[in-house]
């Protein structure tokens, strides 16, 4: 007697199969903006050291405060869009959000405006 089984692909073949995508959590955006800022304010206070360490004349190589400078720049560089590209989904999503409800605030004032223009025409 035959024993029919359903056969399935293997569970790790399913699952990249599908399209995975990363899940963020929800990000609260003033607190990220003001770590941003914070960030950035750092780094060029890091910057500044530097030239006053080159001033002072603590680097042995004069290139070597200009490669520790690039580097400090890669770096603010790199977390700031870091940073930027997860806010810009909400970004957009609020742009979109608040767009609609300009457009729906403009069309409701046109028709009251208009149907109070007919008011004022009938009477």
Do not use: C
């Amino acid at each position: 007697m035959a024993i029919h089984k359903p056969t399935r692909s293997p569970r790790r073949a399913q699952l990249h199969s599908r399209k995975r995508r990363r899940l963020m959590k929800p990000v609260e955006r003033l607190p990220v903006y003001e770590i941003l800022y914070t960030l950035n304010r750092d780094f060029e206070q890091v910057l500044a050291d530097f030239a006053r360490l080159e001033e002072l004349g603590a680097f042995r190589q004069r290139d070597l405060a200009n490669v520790f400078r690039v580097l400090v720049q890669e770096i603010r560089a790199w977390a700031s869009k870091e940073l930027i590209d997860a806010l810009k989904p909400l970004e957009q999503a609020d742009w979109i959000h608040f767009s609609r409800l300009h457009d729906n605030t403009i069309n409701k004032a046109k028709r009251y405006l208009a149907k109070k223009r007919r008011k004022s025409e009938d009477v």
